[in-house]
């Protein structure tokens, strides 16, 4: 089944504790990227990849860092988590880097609360 | 200001009956459009795509118009479902050259029985 699995689901930590949540697609996508979802601010991305070793920062990028050394794989690195880091997060892969052509297919999102 | 609006912010409806959400963009010019259906916990999937020149495409008992003049876009549930319930995001893309996706923060919509 083609999908975009992310781990873990739901991760409480606490502040400065340095986190990584995976995200894998079998898909064969080149285009992937991380997004945050906090109520009454919607969907804001945090990274994104175009291609193997080639990430990007999207909007809000500060405090968090990404790695694409396998085209499947783009993991979300917090390195020092703050509290104002507890969200909703999704990764999310295209066929299309332009992101014309072809539709986002997102995971089912990682719940992270950083105390 | 974000260039991506969608109102209302949420709305109950009853089983059965339909509804319009509305999503206002100022993205110009743009690809296309599209509206995603996001289930509570879960991640959004794509229900329908529109480029600049459609005016309107149905998916089910999903209809979405454009006018491109206007830069509105709604999107129409028929004969609304409990399996409705869930919150819908208008995205707005740029053209070629430009990946940045432009996201409205979702109509909220729960369907009661």
């Known amino acids: 089944e083609a999908q975009v699995t992310q781990n873990p689901r739901y991760l409480i930590t606490v502040t400065g504790k340095k986190l990584t949540v995976t995200c894998s697609q079998n898909?064969?996508?080149?285009?992937m990227s991380w997004y945050r979802q906090d109520p009454g601010l919607g969907l804001r991305q945090i990274y994104y990849?175009?291609?193997?070793?080639?990430?990007d920062k999207g909007d809000v990028p500060e405090g968090y860092k990404v790695s694409r050394k396998e085209k499947r794989n783009f993991p979300l690195i917090l390195e020092s988590p703050s509290p104002n880091q507890t969200s909703l997060y999704f990764c999310?892969?295209?066929?299309?880097?332009?992101?014309?052509?072809?539709?986002?297919?997102f995971g089912n999102g990682t719940r992270l609360t950083v105390t | 200001k974000n260039q991506v609006e969608q109102s209302p912010q949420s709305l109950i409806i009853l089983e059965g009956k339909n509804c319009t959400l509305q999503c206002n963009y100022t993205v110009s010019p743009f690809s296309n459009l599209r509206w995603y259906k996001q289930d509570t916990g879960r991640g959004p999937v794509s229900l329908t795509i529109m480029t600049f020149s459609e005016n309107t495409k149905s998916n089910g008992r999903y209809t979405a118009t454009l006018d491109a003049d206007t830069k509105q876009s709604s999107l129409h549930i028929t004969a609304s479902q409990l399996s409705d319930s869930a919150s819908y995001i208008c995205v707005v893309s740029p053209p070629y050259g430009n990946n940045r996706l432009a996201f409205g923060k979702g109509n909220q919509v729960v369907v009661i029985p």
């Open positions: 999310a892969s295209s066929s299309s880097r332009t992101l014309i052509s072809s539709p986002l297919h």
């Open positions: 990849s175009m291609n193997v070793e080639v990430t």
């Open positions: 898909m064969n996508h080149e285009y």
